[in-house]
Structure formats: structure tokens, C-alpha cells
């Protein structure tokens, strides 16, 4: 054992070092973060908010890929269980740096639509819900307003209520929020067509249109990630120690604590591939991520017994849950040419509801998917390890939200750049579900996960993928932005026609769209019997003291973008932890 911690975190991205911080600001509490990643504070790529795209397939990017995706089907044949994608491999970007995710998104600061996270309570989560979440929000916000001239020219708006200004998190307008006079006829075109504008996208209601908010630091105009407003300014604090590694699994106490297995500490690769352990006194935090917590905990027993065992994994908790759920939005452009010159950054995302998609056919959608769900949880079952009837609870639930509840069910971005046009839009809550696995236990295997989005595995997706495609499409024939197209580029008129069918729709969808890069749900915080992961104090069922804290927690997609909920959830698990310490 190389040494000791009260607390040792796994992963020091946008949740763990949420954690680092608020855990080591208690003198004398010992807090280590294993971390693969570097320091990212140089690397303009990272710090330049414009520059963010290039961050791609670099160093600091763990460019996973997906198991491929299944063929394409014809939309609307119930049942069918086949997804579109054609057999394609898809990548999955994730942030390598101490800041994980943080250092390389898109820096969008979007909360969520209150009754999602209404829902969290809903699926077992005693006390989780928008009013309590809301304060935590808040607490890591640190928001600066629009200038007068972004709000005059630039259509930003905001309303002091909603936001925090004592926070951890640097929130506001971009200085490069475009001037250049689009977004007036963006605005006024979306509001004919019923999508008024909104004056802070981050009050619980999302719908209609916005211009949205970003995680800058206005002043110096750099990107805000995690590193810099949780970590860098208290990195010197001699109880918090950075330690470069790959976690590879939680080691056990011998024998157990009544039903609870109680871990000793962290295995880990160190720079040079060498096997470390650092041992733990308190408690465990996995913070790797949705897309590589779930690995840690199967390479450690907590998992699907009959997926463990064919890992040759000895069975410590039996959690079919681990892996699964994960959740993800297919994300789809169009793009046209155009006779504007848009030379700043323009961040406009207009949100729209099932009743918004369907019209006077959404009740009759609602009645025709309620009834499907028993089937749509079975296929679920057939593809993963979890058991239908409680995926067919949970996809109640869901479908609550989205015909009960009326929340938002697609983002659609309206962009541009010099003459270019673009929209890119995605469905918020598809019913798929897919999962990521642990490949084998080698070493080499750690930081290749297989990763099966399952995306339009449940064929509805389709359906509405193909509603918001029309609808954002619809935007750029509707006056005045009408003026401004002067044809389309991609996919083209000869892939996609002005009135294209729903077969070319679902082709061109199958063949072109890529995730959205919010995988959520894979330790889902939900109550065990409906496959969670963990409860409502982020503990792993079955540990005595291992929680997770990062997007594997969130069980159902939210209305937004992801960071904004899990600073609010990271913070909130930071006070749990240390209430423990002193009750
Ligand atoms: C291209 C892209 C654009 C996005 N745009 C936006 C946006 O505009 N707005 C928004 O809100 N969200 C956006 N997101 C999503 C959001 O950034 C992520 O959901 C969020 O940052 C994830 O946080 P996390 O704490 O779950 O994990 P991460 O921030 O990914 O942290 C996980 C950390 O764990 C480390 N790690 C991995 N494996 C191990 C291991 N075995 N041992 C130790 N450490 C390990 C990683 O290196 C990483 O640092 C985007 C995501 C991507 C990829």
C-alpha cells in the first residue's frame, strides 16, 4: 500500500472534484483523487470557449466507440426490437484531464425541466426533487448578467431569481455572443411558430426559445471547467493529494459488516502501469463517469452475477442494475447555405413538448406508447440484465413526464457560422436503453469499455427523432428566416426532400446521426427493485461506504445540458458526507 485517505476519490472530473474540494475544506480530513488525466490550464484548445471543438480525438478525449448499431428499420413496425444505425461504429468523446468532461464540452449551462427532477423522487429517491436540488444549483452558481449591449443585440435575458452569484461554477454570456443581427429573425421565426422566448432558460421551465448561458469566466473569456473552480485554488491544501492513475477496482475487508461488504481501498494503475493501492479509512467516491464507474464496480464483484461470473469475477453484491439503463439523445445537423455573415458565437436552443411534436394526434400517441411499454421493457430485458417489470415501471414514469407532465421531449439548436445555417436537434427522452460493460478484467481492457447505446432500439424514438427533424426543419422554411436560406447542404434536397417520408427520414437518421454525448443512468440512483444502483444517499446497495457521484446517478434524461445538474448533485452529496462526519 502506497498510503491512506478518509477519502478516496475516483476520477477527478466535474463531480469528483466537486467532492475534493468541499471534502478537503475540513482540516485534518485526508481526501486522495486517483486521476488518469493531466493538467489542462495551458492547452488553449481547452481554455479558448470558441476553440472547444478542437478538443476532439485528442490526447485529453478517451474517444471510446460503441459496440456496432444494430440495422436499420422501417419506422412504426411495433415490436420489431431492431434498432436503426446500420452496423455503425459510433465514438463516444470524454474528457482525459483533471476536469474530466468539463475540459472539453460545450460549456452550455442549461439545468433541467422541474417535474424531471420531480421524477428522482418518483423512482425511490426519498428527498430528491427540484426544490431541493434547486438550492444546490444555486450554491455552485456564480453568474455574471449579459452586458446591455449582448441583451439589446444579442437577445440574452435572464432573471436575477434563478441564479446564485456566491458559487463555485463561473455561469454567463459569452464575450463573443454574436452581435451580427440573426438572432432577431431566429427569435421572431420561432415565436410564429408558437415557440416564444424565454427569459432564463434556468427557472425549471425550458420551453420556447433561448439564448443560452455558458461555464466562462466572462472577464477573461476562458472556459470554466472544474479544474479551475473546484480544484486549482485549493490544490495546495496538504490533506488533498492528486495521484495520477487509472483506478482498476475497490478491494474488500475479509468477511463482511452484517449484509454490507466494506471496502479497504482502491487498486490502481499508477503513471508507469504499475499495481498501487491506495487504502481508505471513510468512504470510496466513484466518480469515472457513466461510462467507466460501472466497470470499476463489476472489476470489484458488484454487479450481475451471471456477467460477473463469466468475467470470472467473484460475486460480492448482486446488482443487475450496474451497466445498465444508460441513456443517451441521438443528435442529427442539417445544414444550409445562407446570405448571412454571422461572425460571433450564437447559442440559441429552442425546446419543445410531445403536444408540441404530435398536435391533435399526441393523445392518441400517448394511449398507442402507453400500451406498447410492456413490450418496449421487454425488449430492454432481452438486450441487457435487467428485469422487465421493473424497466416497464420506470418507462411509465418516463412516459408520465412526457404525455402526463407535458415536459420537454426535443432540443433543437438554431446556429450559425459566416453563411453557414445549421441546426443540430435531438430527442431529450428516448425510451431505449442500452449499457457498458467491463470487456475482461486485463489491465489493457480497463479503458476499453463495451459500450452499447442501444440507441432506437425502442422504435417510438424513431417516430419522434423524425417529428423534431420536421419541426427543425420547418424552422428554416418559415418567414423571416426564410430570406436568409438560399439552399440546403447537408444532407441535401436528394436525401431529404422539402416533404421527405418517414422512410427517408428514418434512413437518413440511421445513417447519419451521432450521440449527443450524454450518457447518464449506468449506476442509476433509483430503489433497488427497480434496478438502481445506489440510494438516495449515493451508496452503493450492498457497500457499507462506496458511493458514486457522477452521471451514472441521474436514472432518467433531463431537459438540459448535463453539468449544471451534477454540480447541483455533487454539492448535495458533499453536504450528505459531511453531515455523516459530524452526526
Ligand atoms: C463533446 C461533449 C460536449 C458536451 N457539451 C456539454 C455542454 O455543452 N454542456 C453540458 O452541461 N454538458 C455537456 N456535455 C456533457 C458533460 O460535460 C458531461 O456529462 C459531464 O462533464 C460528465 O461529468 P462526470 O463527472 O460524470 O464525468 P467526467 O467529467 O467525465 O469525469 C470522469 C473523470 O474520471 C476519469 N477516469 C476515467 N476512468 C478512470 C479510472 N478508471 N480511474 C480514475 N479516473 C478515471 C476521467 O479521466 C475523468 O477525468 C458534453 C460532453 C461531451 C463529451
Known sequence: SVGECDFVIVGGGTSGLVL????????????????PGGDVRG????????????????????QYTTSPQSA????????????????RVLTYHAGKAVG?????????????????????????????????????????????????????????????????????????????LDLSGFEKPAETTWATMGYGKIQDVNGGSVRGFDVWPMT?????????????????????????????????????????????VVASGVEYLDAEGNIQVLGVKREVMLSAGSLRTPLILEA?????????????????????????NLQDQPNLDLIYSGTVNVTGYPPYATFATAQDLFGSNASSIAAVTCMSIPQWAKQIEQNGGLNASAVEKVLRVQHDLIFGQNVTVAEMLTTASGSYLVSAFWALLPFSRGGVHLRSTATRDMNDPIIDPGFFTVDFDMETQTAIGRLAQQFWETEPVRDLVTGSISPGDAVLPQNATDEQWASYIGSSFTPNYHPIGTAAMMSRDL???????????????????????????????????LYAIAERASEMILDSLVS
Open 20 to 35: 475534493a474540494n468541499r471534502l478537503s475544506a475540513i482540516p485534518g480530513v485526508t481526501v486522495g483523487v486517483i486521476e
Open 43 to 62: 492547452n488553449p484548445n481547452v481554455t479558448k470557449p470558441t476553440s472547444w471543438l478542437k478538443n476532439m480525438g485528442t490526447g485529453i478525449d478517451w
Open 72 to 87: 436499420p428499420a422501417p419506422p412504426q413496425q411495433n415490436g420489431s426490437g431492431s434498432g436503426a444505425g446500420g452496423g
Open 100 to 176: 474530466g468532461t468539463s475540459t472539453i464540452n460545450g460549456m452550455t449551462y442549461i439545468r433541467a425541466d422541474r417535474a424531471e427532477i420531480d421524477a428522482w423522487e418518483t423512482l425511490g429517491n426519498v428527498g430528491w426533487n427540484w426544490s431541493t436540488l434547486d438550492r444546490y444549483y444555486v450554491k455552485s452558481e456564480n453568474f455574471t448578467p449579459p452586458t446591455l449591449q449582448q441583451q439589446s443585440a444579442g437577445g440574452a435575458s435572464y432573471d436575477p431569481a434563478y441564479h446564485g452569484v456566491g458559487g463555485n461554477v463561473k455561469v454567463g454570456f459569452l464575450p463573443e
Open 216 to 260: 466562462v469566466d466572462v472577464g477573461e473569456d476562458t472556459r470554466w471547467d472544474a479544474g479551475r473552480g473546484y480544484y486549482w485554488s485549493v490544490a495546495a491544501r496538504p490533506n488533498l493529494s492528486l495521484i495520477k492513475g487509472t483506478a482498476t477496482r475497490v478491494l474488500w475487508l475479509n468477511g463482511s459488516c452484517g449484509e454490507e
Open 300 to 324: 470489484s464483484g458488484v454487479g450481475n452475477p451471471r456477467a460477473l461470473r463469466a468475467l470470472g469475477v467473484e460475486v460480492k453484491v448482486d446488482l443487475p442494475g450496474v451497466g445498465e
Open 531 to 565: 434496478g438502481g444502483v445506489v440510494g438516495p444517499e449515493l451508496r452503493v446497495y450492498g457497500t457499507r461506504n462506496v458511493r458514486v457521484v457522477d452521471a451514472s446517478v441521474i436514472p432518467l434524461q433531463v431537459s438540459g445540458h448535463l453539468t449544471a445538474t
